[in-house]
């Protein structure tokens, strides 16, 4: 889950990290006075979540009139259907040197791993431009973080005296409240040295284990972030909040996540790894998939009942397709009972609503028994994943 | 011959008493496997069809030899679960529970490695050898594993419990069979990854191939390219990458905890390009799966 940087900030100002001089804004007159007050050329970054926003969410100002106008157009951005959370006006000290930090976890050790450069940006396109000017420390998760692990990551940056021990409060600093607040990324784009030997953070990004929401309920609350508030990439649509709440209010088996597309094929697919793959299948053999779905861990006869409901009563969508991996606790016959009961609500018949049922495994012979009543084909697990898709696709024309 | 578990391998099962444990405990009783007890705090004294459950670890591995644990106790209680296993000088510690912070998930690793002891998941389903032994709720009711996991020559991990068994199903269907599966678990940070496992394929005699399945997010998938290239292995692998159409959905989750395209290395087409340059054959398709391994073992 994506902090906004302003929130990100506060984490930082919270544990003693040095900060540039910045202030969130919501108005551009706002920002022509906070400009002011800074004195000298400013730069304005619009609160943004949506990928892809980078360079139009930042912008340089020489001076507050300007200061003024930028923030006007930042306001303006669309930020995946939404307003942008403010405009942060900051200070732009040049510094003797910059560097980047970055927090994250190394899936190979298994360990939080630090990374650090003598250069800006993130610390994963410098992998790709100046693999040598980057070295890395992993810590503990188990253990209270060493100052000392800091200390020699600074050291190996080539730092020294006042410079070395001022780089390992600041790395010391972060890698705690990195742990402590559950994050599962944290990258420091952008750490200056300032005139006066002084370090200041200029620019970060930070995301939240999103496992971890509940858990790290005050310190989100602290930051105001709102109860539901997922931070999704764009602005969850009317479909995707219904499918978020059919999954809510019933506790058996899953059907998140479920996402929104522009394509006719309605999907009532599962489960985790499953709906992947069948939804690239689907792509694969032409055919345009109208959601993204995932039924697991056993749902309810209601709860596949109100899936297929919300997925047929899509614009656009006229047939279904109900697939899944071969299932081990989902049982098949309950998602057949459910997704006839869906279709007979809506007053259809299966037969014309369904582009093909293949749910193998658990249950199998009894959800065929079902099938067979209302005249929809069973198809067994000798019909590949692959040969499913294809033939819905087919059907669909 | 099989990888981790074996014919005379006894487990037990902590969070023994919650629903879905109940149900798997009795899959695994009826696929053969020798579960010797289960935990679950204060039900200490009760049984589980037939299998006596306890309030502690330590009162089983007093006993008894206790070669692995199942661990599916709630999110919260998941990690002392883990140490407490550890303690008791568990060695093989399948987590099926799902939703563990990757901070915690660390810890637990960390703890692991410096006790000798192996963690399989978080979010897995555990390990089946077809006929000798299943350890943990992959494939579902007895009946069933039997159908999708035959006895053969390929072994399988998967980021995806569900995963592993189709394609199980698919080598078994193509007469290819299964030498030992392994769901290893969709979290970002997992105890076991395709490179810490493939070396115990590599000394298993009955497997001829290994095929894995794979998903966005992470960078397991780079260090089981490097590995290979590496260690000049004997065995040809086949790997599948689903959530191709992810690549296009940069910041969107989908599926496990671990599944995001954040990072380059996150990517699907970036997962397959590696792959393939270390000599992985990268399959389209899961029914390519077992013409793949046929053309790459000769058979």
Redesign the interface.
Known sequence: MRFYEFEAKQLLKKHGIPLVQSELVETPKKAKKVATNIGGPVILKAQVIAPGLAAASVKEAADPASAKSAAAELLALDDGGRKPKGVLVEARPTGDAVYSLSFTYDGTTKLPVVAASDMAGKIDDLGDTHPERIVRRHFSALYPFSDYIAKELAKSLSLGGADLTRMTRIVSGLARLFLKYDLADLDITSLVKLGDGNFAVLDVEADLEIEARHRQRPMLEELGFAKDDLRQVREPTEFELEGARIDAEDPRGIISPIAEFDGNIGLVIGAGGGSLTLTDAVRKHGGRPANYAAIGGNPSVDKARRLTKLVLSKPGVDKIAVMSNVVSNTRADLVARGVIKGITELGFKPADKILIFRVPGAWEADAAKILQKYGVEYCDRTVSISEAARRAVEKVG | MAVIVHEDFQFIVQGITGR?AL?FTRECLQYGSKIIGGVTPGKGGREVYGVPVYDTVREITQKQRVDGTVITVPLAFAPDAAYEAIDAGIKEVIIITE?????????I???AALHGARVIGPNC?GIIVPDVCRFG?????AV??R??FKPGVVGVM??????T??IC??LT?SGLGVSTAISIG?D????S?Y?DLIPLFEADEDTKAVVV?S??G???EA?LARWTQEHHSRLPIVA?V?????DE?????????G?VV???VDSPADKMRRMREAGISVA?????IPGLVRARIGN
């Open positions: 879905e149900n939703g563990i912070p990757r901070k915690d998930a660390s810890a690793v960390e703890y389903l709720s992959l494939g579902g009711p069933d594993c159908k999708a998967s980021r995806s419990g569900g995963m068994t189709e199903n698919a269907l969709g970002p940070v997992i105890g990854t490179a399945y998903e966005p992470g960078t397991a260090e599948f689903a959530g191709r159409f992810m959905m940069p910041g969107m989750s989908f599926g496990h905890a599944t954040n990072k380059k389209e398709e899961i029914g390519d």
